[in-house]
């Protein structure tokens, strides 16, 4: 498998009043079309990591690395407009909560159609079709209505369609996943998790799914990365993880209440100082 | 076994949209209940309508045998009844220090020696004196729920109404605070009224719950029963399903 992205040794820190705070130090990984999860706690760092991959991280953040490439091009030095044409057109990034990352005031078809228009040229009539043909691949039944709502007007669950629909609408080689349905119910979770799932193995995309539930990320990915004060502390296939061999992933595995297992009181995280260097 | 929270045929109406429609739970003093269901499901409201935090339009609640009506709730009922919200971001005052926010109920209950409470309750929650007088924002999401809960607990009320307290923590500091209940529920015999939309928590909590559905109850049961598969309701089963994670539907070539 060649290797669509290639992390070597990137670093991402804030400076504050206080001093430098280093988010993530020193992650390595490749990642070919296939699915990766980045699993952690709050604060481990899992998101800047996607969020540097991407060319999000705030300005005054500091983003370093030995190599950040994806499909040949160096994602540091590439120029501002390079990254704006990779950004949605060939690297998309789905966010958490639908109801803070849509635009607001913006209805969701003009919003799909403007991805679409802004990487391609195409015309009205042809950007409106391919996303109504988006908005039906991500299983909403009646497309055309939708199209002229506004985020606040749908759920959750549709948001967070709609929001899929917007970020594979351009086709792209490398979709990043950062915790795409924590803020949703259960069920309706299943269902989008099933329809991204579709989607990412028809079109033959590479994956990054961020999330802090492991056991989640264990289901749909084929491998794991866990993240621990911003290193990777454990690599592991996911259905190796019952042998994951860190105290920290075993930790995040045993802690979740499970129907039908009667544990009091839940085990929880002894954190060990030496884990986070 | 006597009635703690006893609620009959509640509806909560908010203009034409009903949340609550007729819904009936009782808990019995002593015990865990836990109310599940989908967002919009009116499990919440429930639990809102008890603390008079929503519009009741008809039906009854009753909290120790006392009838409640409209939504003015008196101090006893306060000392009594006490609430943890969701989100701990937002249930702290953000520019009162802890200290302050544990002094307030116990100042507008006229009780003295709030030294002396505030360090036991600090204590209780696993917070050292040292958080007392720091700031929400210095503190992390779990350390905040924390403090809610002992906020909820200086005033030694008998009946804690929980509103998903655990769904903005990360897993491994939610069993934290799961942990955290279950211990001074065992402590001082509280009763719990817990919402959730996560059944694994709920099983985990709660002795009997009451599934929700568009601001109904659609079925209640034991959480035993539910362990054991013995569901009537497609619903429930369906809740049942989700909670075991995702599965890939095997892809036919």
């Known amino acids: ?277 | 076994m006597t009635v703690a929270v006893s609620v009959e045929n509640l509806s909560v109406v908010y203009d034409d949209f009903r949340a609550l429609d007729a819904a009936s739970v009782q808990v019995e003093a002593g015990e865990s209940f836990g109310l599940v269901g989908e967002s919009g499901s009116g499990k919440s409201t429930l639990l809102r309508a008890i603390a008079g935090l929503a519009p009741v339009s008809e039906g009854t609640i009753r909290v120790q045998g006392r009838e409640l009506r409209g939504a003015r709730r008196d101090k006893a009922f306060y000392r009594a009844v006490q609430m943890v919200f969701q989100d701990p971001y937002g249930s702290l005052h953000p520019r009162q220090t802890i200290d302050r926010q544990l002094m307030e109920p116990l100042a507008i209950h006229g009780i003295s020696d709030g030294e002396r409470r505030i360090l036991k309750a600090l204590d209780e929650v696993g917070l050292g004196s040292g958080f007392r007088f720091r700031y929400p924002h210095q503190l992390s999401g779990g350390q905040r729920q924390r403090v809610a809960v002992a906020r909820a607990l200086i005033l030694e009320p008998s009946i804690l109404l929980l509103d998903e307290p655990t769904s903005a923590l990360d897993a491994s500091v939610q069993a934290e605070v799961l942990n955290l209940l279950e211990q001074v529920r065992r402590d001082r015999k509280l009763t719990f009224v817990m919402v959730s939309h996560d059944l694994g928590v709920v099983t985990h909590m709660c002795d009997r719950l009451a599934v929700m559905q568009e601001g109904r109850v659609v079925e209640r049961l034991t959480s035993a029963d539910l362990v054991a598969g013995r569901i009537a309701e497609d619903y429930t089963r369906n809740l049942m399903v989700a909670s075991k994670g995702f599965r890939r539907v095997a892809e036919t070539a």
Not at chain 1, 19 to 32: D, K, P
Not at chain 1, 59 to 70: D, G, S, W
Not at chain 1, 108 to 115: D, F, N
């Open chain 1, 1 to 277: 498998m060649s290797a669509l992205l290639t992390v070597e040794d990137l670093r991402v820190s804030f400076p504050t009043r206080t001093g430098v705070v280093e988010a993530v130090r020193g992650v390595s990984f490749t990642l070919g079309r296939e699915r990766l999860g980045i699993v952690g706690e709050s604060g481990s760092g899992k998101s800047q990591t996607g969020r540097a991959i991407m060319g999000l991280t705030p300005l005054h953040a500091q983003v370093t690395a030995k190599t950040l490439a994806f499909d040949g091009i160096d994602l540091l030095s590439a120029p501002p407009k390079l990254r704006r044409d990779l950004r949605g057109k060939r690297i998309a990034m789905i966010l958490q909560d639908p109801k803070y990352s849509l635009n607001p005031v913006m209805s969701i078809g003009r919003q799909i159609v403007e991805t679409l228009r802004r990487h391609e040229k195409i015309s009205r009539a042809e950007a409106r079709r391919r996303a109504l043909d988006m908005l039906a691949a991500v299983q909403i039944r009646d497309p055309a209505r939708v199209f002229d709502l506004y985020p606040h007007e749908v759920s959750g669950g549709m948001g967070q369609r709609a929001m899929i629909a917007m970020m594979l609408v351009a086709g792209p080689e490398l979709l990043i996943a950062d915790e795409p349905t924590s803020a949703l119910d259960v069920t309706v979770q299943l269902e989008v998790l099933s329809i991204l799932d579709k989607l990412v193995a028809e079109r033959g995309m590479g994956l990054i799914f961020v999330s802090h539930d492991l056991r989640l990320v264990s289901s749909f990915c084929d491998r794991v990365l866990v993240m621990y004060a911003g290193r990777i502390v454990e690599e592991i296939a996911a259905s190796d993880l019952a042998n994951a061999r860190h105290p920290y992933t075993q930790g995040l595995l045993n802690c979740m209440p499970v129907i039908g297992a009667d544990r009091h009181p839940l085990p929880v995280l002894d954190r060990k100082p030496e884990w986070a260097l």
